[in-house]
């Protein structure tokens, strides 16, 4: 792993040789799986809003929770973090940028969230942790894929067979 992380060095980017992924790969799934749930279920990129606790309504809590609650998996399953996914947040939401789901979720395109949170919320069962947050994103999203191809037949439509 050090030779392959020295050629990546050596060619200009930026790499760190690890001995044991998971820390790092367990940060990564945290911040991934807060910040594109919420982007798919709200429609914002990760933007400042991810990031803001000033108020109540404030969307940063929501975030703020979802990565404690990921952490807390992780801690159950004996993982130490490499970083912390709040810090991470904090960056990113400096960026405006559209998240992977977004994308997914704009183009009705099934998304990565079995992966993201439906990991972490299966990681959760088995340590035997609550994660009702990751749960609930993962469990939202699931629905919000459905609805996409979900008939109603007893929707009524007009003559052009677009609902009422």
């Known amino acids: 792993m050090k030779e392959a992380a020295d050629l990546i ?24 799986s807060s910040v594109n749930g919420v982007s798919a279920l709200t429609g914002l ?14 969307l940063g809590h929501l975030l703020h929770a979802l990565i404690e609650e990921g952490k807390t998996v ?7 973090l490499h970083e912390d996914p709040w810090a991470m947040n904090k960056i990113g939401a400096c960026t405006n940028h559209p998240p992977s789901m977004l994308y997914d979720v704009r183009h009705q395109l099934l998304t990565e969230v079995d992966f993201l949170s439906g990991a972490i919320a299966r990681e959760a069962a088995r340590v035997g942790v609550p994660a009702p947050l990751h749960t609930a ?23 052009h067979g677009k609902p009422l």
């Open 9 to 32: 060095v050596a060619g200009g980017l930026k790499a760190e040789a690890l001995e044991d992924a998971r820390p790092a790969q367990w940060s990564k799934l945290i911040f991934n």
């Open 45 to 58: 990129p990760h933007s400042p809003h991810f990031a803001d606790e000033s108020e109540m309504a404030s």
């Open 74 to 80: 992780a801690a159950a399953a004996g993982i130490e």
């Open 137 to 159: 994103v993962y469990r939202l999203i699931n629905g919000k894929e459905s609805s996409w191809t979900f008939k109603d037949e007893n929707q009524e439509v007009d003559v």
